[in-house]
């Protein structure tokens, strides 16, 4: 159950990962912004706060963005399901959102399993 509430949609959060395209971004786009934050010396420190011995490795860092992004993508297509007509502004960093390989695909490909319902045509 818990992992539900995370990942609502298992097998498309896999799935997403699958294409070549996605290869690419990673390398494109969540490689150079781990470098980037290596860099700035802000991979010692998690998001909870908690301090780090050691830089975090890249996979904790991937798999971190991984959550962050479905969880962005899941909350604001839940907020769009429940609010027919509303309008959903979401201030997200651009790597999130390059080549709607971020947030936006995740969205889409959410609001395509629950078979397009998603209040205002479903776009993010």
Same mark, same amino acid.
């Given at each position: 159950?818990?992992?539900?509430? @995370?990942?609502?949609?298992?097998?498309?959060?896999?799935?997403?990962?699958?294409?070549?395209?996605?290869?690419?971004?990673?390398? @494109?786009?969540?490689?150079?912004? @781990?470098?980037?934050?290596? +860099?700035?010396?802000?991979?010692?420190? !998690?998001?909870?706060?908690? !301090?780090?011995?050691?830089?975090?490795?890249?996979?904790?860092?991937?798999?971190? /963005?991984?959550?962050?992004?479905?969880?962005?993508?899941?909350?604001? @297509?839940?907020?769009?399901? +429940?609010?027919?007509?509303?309008?959903?502004?979401?201030?997200?960093?651009? +790597?999130?959102?390059?080549?709607?390989?971020?947030?936006?695909? /995740?969205?889409? /490909?959410?609001?395509?399993?629950?078979?397009?319902?998603?209040?205002?045509?479903?776009?993010?």
């Amino acid at each position: 159950k818990m992992r539900r509430e @995370y990942i609502p949609d298992p097998i498309g959060f896999a799935n997403f990962l699958q294409p070549q395209s996605y290869r690419a971004y990673v390398n @494109y786009v969540i490689r150079p912004s @781990y470098a980037l934050h290596r +860099d700035m010396g802000l991979l010692r420190r !998690t998001t909870s706060g908690q !301090t780090l011995d050691a830089d975090m490795s890249f996979q904790n860092f991937f798999s971190g /963005r991984l959550l962050w992004d479905e969880s962005m993508a899941s909350h604001a @297509y839940r907020w769009v399901r +429940d609010h027919p007509g509303g309008v959903m502004v979401g201030l997200v960093g651009a +790597d999130h959102v390059k080549f709607q390989l971020g947030v936006p695909g /995740r969205f889409e /490909r959410l609001a395509a399993a629950a078979g397009g319902e998603g209040g205002g045509g479903g776009e993010l």
